[in-house]
Structures are given as structure tokens and as C-alpha cells.
């Protein structure tokens, strides 16, 4: 079990298969943004209750980068 306060921007977010998706840019009271891409870069809104853990500064989900697309939202950069 992780806690909110332990998510810090700029942090790995790596899906349940090890490979990073992207990093933290920002947290609401339930989602945490996302930033995925290297030269497009698009963000998204990532549900606290998707997150399987917090450790050695990294976040992992319990999807892959594939279902990115399904299951959060993107959202309008810097609009979160």
C-alpha cells in the first residue's frame, strides 16, 4: 500500500510489465498526471486507484503502456 504524500513529481511511471510509460508532472486529488512521450508529448490522467505501488522512486501501475489509452483520459497540458 502507498500513500498519496509518497508520488512526487518527476517520478518514473512504469506499467504492471517493468516498461516506463512516463513520468509525474502533476497531482490532483485522485489522478496523477502523466507526462508520456519523448518528442510528442501528451499527458494524461492516471487514477490514484490504478497505482499497484510507490517504491525506489518510481510508480507502477497496474496496467501496461497499452492500455494508456483505454483506461485513463488525456488531458490538455498544464489544464489539470
Not at 494524461?44 to 489509452?69: C, I, K, P, T, W
Request: glycine share 12%; hydrophobic share 40%.
Amino acid at each position: 500500500m502507498f500513500r498519496r504524500w509518497e508520488i512526487q513529481r518527476g517520478m518514473k511511471v512504469k506499467g504492471h510489465d517493468g516498461h516506463t510509460i512516463g513520468r509525474v508532472i502533476g497531482l490532483t486529488a485522485d489522478e496523477i498526471i502523466v507526462e508520456k512521450g519523448i518528442l510528442r508529448h501528451r499527458d494524461y490522467a492516471v487514477s490514484l486507484d490504478d497505482v499497484r505501488e510507490v517504491a525506489h522512486g518510481e510508480v507502477q501501475l497496474m496496467h501496461g503502456n497499452d492500455s494508456l489509452f483505454s483506461a485513463p483520459r488525456e488531458v490538455a497540458h498544464g489544464s489539470w
